[in-house]
């Protein structure tokens, strides 16, 4: 009986030269024996080994031993050409789901291992797989990423908990000399810190950051224009660095990092596997001994090790560090209310009320809070708050009617006495005397800033004499200073204006003797 499936073909000759008999075979292969026994005397006939057979596709078997029939095992060849340039296209696409829309246009077509067979060989023959050597420019080019791999390594002492560390992992491109620091998460303020500390290592800067498309580095990843993260944007900026993705879908671009990465979860994270630390700052210093030892291995490929050729070609090139280190910025869009106060982190900060309802962007350092407009003009600067009043306003912020209002809310009894001392020692004693009348030293408030500001409307020194006539009768209010000045009284001496006349004689007025 005649066997023309290579398949089986292929599993006889597999088990014939294993020693199995031809009984056992039939059962393993389910066909007759004398079919086993035609298949092997063809093979034989033919010098047909299994060594041959598996370097040879289905249809150069069937047609070597079964000419006649070979046309019938003929399968239509996919296009490998278009199943190539899609996966490409699409990441999330792959060989599986190609070969199910092959299948519903040819249902007698190749089988799934066949499809995928034939397509890794149609790669090999056209040199899709040969990956082209780079030379890289010494201090060039940094590769960063995060390691895909992840470590229970630090645990709180106290309750026992595990924290999981993620590793950020950068590599110069001539000598692939690594950096790597473990972080609790992937957020953008560990990316930017990790790229500060990383440079500070490498004692200099280079002239290009490669990073992979990940939400820190890139908001928006496209192959030809991706849209930078704004933060680190301007991180790049401080540092005078170009930022350029690695293409998508390209993974040549990223093969220095790839490899690195590969190498460190080995040598690295498989050193640090069955290891606990009480802290991060812990870990990150065992990090940075194992890395000095691992830096001083011999490369496999080439001579002198990742450490020898770092300081003799890359570390040259780089440039100088800054004198002041980058402050990191967070970065976040809100829409300005209707109180022209934006939120962040449980404070509030003033911006020019024209932009309320729009959308503005906070910057936030450890020290400042800037607000931007849509069109990345600055608005407003702030010194950031941690404690105090949760409300940060600036006057000029404000429109005319909240401005007045806010400005009398701002001032309390040691203004307005020092205001008065500026002035002269009778509007001292006159706003002390107004503070000190009442109970409680708020409801002279207002009263004080109305005797204050009429300096603006007669000057000081007119102020100062009316202070000293109200002193004098004894009579300190608002109303009474007010008057003095609009009758022109502070004008008149306080001895001439007030000079008593002298009481007439009569026998029923007792002089100053009489009890004595």
């Not at 790229?195 to 908001?219: F, M």
């Amino acid at each position: 009986m005649r066997c023309e499936n290579p398949m089986k073909i292929l599993e006889i000759l597999r088990l014939s030269e294993l020693g199995y008999p031809q009984t056992k075979i039939k059962d393993s292969v389910k066909c007759a024996r004398s079919t086993v026994g035609e298949v092997l005397k063809r093979c034989r006939e033919k010098d047909l080994t299994l060594e041959k057979a598996q370097a040879m596709n289905p249809e150069e078997i069937t047609a070597l031993l079964y000419p006649a029939a070979a046309k019938k095992y003929v399968k239509p060849e996919p296009d490998y050409e278009y199943i190539h340039n899609e996966i490409k296209k699409h990441p999330n696409l792959n060989l599986q789901f190609m070969w199910t829309e092959y299948k519903k246009e040819n249902p007698n077509g190749l089988e799934y291992s066949q499809f995928c067979e034939r397509y890794n060989r149609w790669q090999d023959r056209t040199g899709k797989k040969v990956t082209m050597h780079q030379e890289r420019e010494p201090g060039k080019e940094l590769f960063v990423d995060w390691m895909g791999d992840t470590l229970n390594a630090v645990v709180n002492p106290t309750s026992g908990e595990l924290y999981k560390a993620h590793f950020f992992v950068s590599t110069l491109g001539n000598s692939g000399y690594p950096y790597v620091q473990a972080f609790p998460d992937e957020k953008l303020d560990k990316w930017l810190q990790a790229h500060v500390n990383a440079l500070e290592y490498y004692g200099g800067i280079p002239r290009i950051i490669v990073p992979d498309n990940c939400k820190a580095a890139v908001t928006k990843p496209q192959y030809y224009d991706p849209v930078i993260n704004p933060g680190y944007w301007e991180w790049a900026k401080y540092y005078g660095v170009a930022v350029i993705p690695a293409r998508i879908r390209e993974p040549q671009d990223k093969s220095v990092v790839e490899e690195s990465v590969g190498w460190l979860e080995t040598w690295l994270l498989g050193w640090l596997r069955n290891q606990q630390f009480f802290n991060f700052e812990e870990l990150n210093k065992a990090i940075l001994h194992r890395l000095g030892t691992l830096c001083l291995k011999s490369y496999q490929k080439r001579p002198g090790s990742r450490q020898s050729v770092f300081l003799e070609v890359d570390k040259p090139a780089l440039r100088p560090l800054p004198a002041v280190r980058f402050e990191q910025a967070i970065f976040k869009t809100k829409t300005l209310p209707d109180n022209y106060h934006v939120e962040y982190e449980g404070f509030y900060y003033s911006a020019p009320y024209t932009f309320y309802r729009q959308q503005v962007t906070i910057r936030a350092t450890s020290t400042t809070i800037e607000i931007y407009s849509k069109n990345r003009e600055r608005i407003a600067s702030h010194p950031r708050r941690y404690t105090g009043s949760k409300y940060v306003s600036i006057p000029d912020h404000m429109p005319e009617k909240h401005r007045k209002y806010w400005e009398t809310k701002q001032w309390n009894g040691n203004r307005y006495r020092s205001w008065a001392a500026s002035i002269g020692e009778n509007t001292a004693y006159a706003i002390e005397r107004m503070l000190t009348a009442h109970s409680i030293e708020e409801q002279a408030y207002k009263s004080c800033m109305g005797v204050l500001q009429m300096s603006q409307k007669y000057g000081n020194d007119r102020l100062e004499k009316a202070c000293e006539k109200a002193r004098f009768i004894n009579s300190i209010s608002y109303t009474t200073i007010r008057n003095i000045l609009k009758n022109g009284q502070d004008q008149v001496p306080v001895n001439q204006s007030t000079r008593k006349k002298p009481l007439p004689s009569h026998e029923n007025i007792r002089g100053n003797t009489y009890y004595h």
